[in-house]
T-cell receptor, first 115, second 116 residues
Framework: AQTVTQSQPEMSVQEAETVTLSCTYD???????LFWYKQPPSRQMILVIR??????QNATENRFSVNFQKAAKSFSLKISDSQLGDAAMYFC????????????FGTGTRLTIIP | DTGVSQDPRHKITKRGQNVTFRCDPISEHNRLYWYRQTLGQGPEFLTY????????KSRLLSDRFSAERPKGSFSTLEIQRTEQGDSAMYLC??????????????FGPGTRLTVL
């Protein structure tokens, strides 16, 4: 079974600075998808960024980018120019490419933005 | 379209009572998922529908839990004889059949269940 590990329960960053959230996963599959979801306090979860395992190029979405290291099974999220609205729980998630469509989530990292 | 909606947003019940939650996915999304999230944890998969067919159920979904999606539109999740351990946020998500968002799951706001 696949597992996702987020080893940083909490992180904080000064506004306008850069922060990196860590995620590692375990799988025997070669093709899969990885996601970072953001869950603001009392609000619904939204997708931040997505990475297909067959793509070597790291995904970027505006201020958000990932460092995908397939051999190391590592998938970190970098947030540049941090803003107050980035404060949230961030969840790393895994999904296989075939059949089973469920997302397997890590335990999350709570990100605090310091003004 | 305003996204995935869930009703109720909060439910407080006494142990042993039955509860039912509803999820309305984004229109034209044929896939629908239920997850459970306990405090301090990430969501855990419960079950998955493609149209009206329930294609997968987690072992977390005990005999007291049942989910339906009649006509492939909205879905209901029922918990019978609730236990205190059922207290959690129940999340619903949906995804489209094709297109650029094929692999993205769009989440609803959740139903927070408290069992006293």
């Amino acid at each position: 079974a696949q597992t996702v590990t987020q080893s940083q329960p909490e992180m904080s960053v000064q506004e306008a600075e850069t922060v990196t959230l860590s995620c590692t996963y375990d799988t025997s599959e070669s093709d899969y998808y990885l996601f970072w979801y953001k869950q603001p306090p009392s609000r619904q979860m939204i997708l931040v960024i997505r990475q297909e395992a067959y793509k070597q190029q790291n995904a970027t979405e505006n201020r958000f980018s990932v460092n995908f290291q397939k051999a190391a099974k590592s998938f970190s999220l970098k947030i540049s120019d941090s803003q107050l609205g980035d404060a949230a729980m961030y969840f790393c998630a895994y999904r296989t490419s075939f059949g089973n469509e469920k997302l397997t989530f890590g335990t999350g990292t709570r990100l605090t933005i310091i003004p | 379209d305003t996204g995935v909606s869930q009703d109720p947003r909060h439910k407080i019940t006494k142990r042993g009572q039955n509860v039912t939650f509803r999820c309305d996915p984004i229109s034209e999304h044929n896939r629908l998922y239920w997850y459970r999230q306990t405090l301090g944890q990430g969501p855990e998969f419960l079950t998955y529908f493609q149209n009206e067919a329930q294609l997968e159920k987690s072992r977390l979904l005990s005999d007291r839990f049942s989910a339906e999606r009649p006509k492939g539109s909205f879905s209901t999740l029922e918990i019978q004889r609730t236990e205190q351990g059922d207290s959690a946020m129940y999340l619903c998500a949906s995804s489209p059949p094709s297109g650029s968002s094929y692999n993205e799951q769009f989440f609803g706001p959740g139903t927070r269940l408290t069992v006293l």
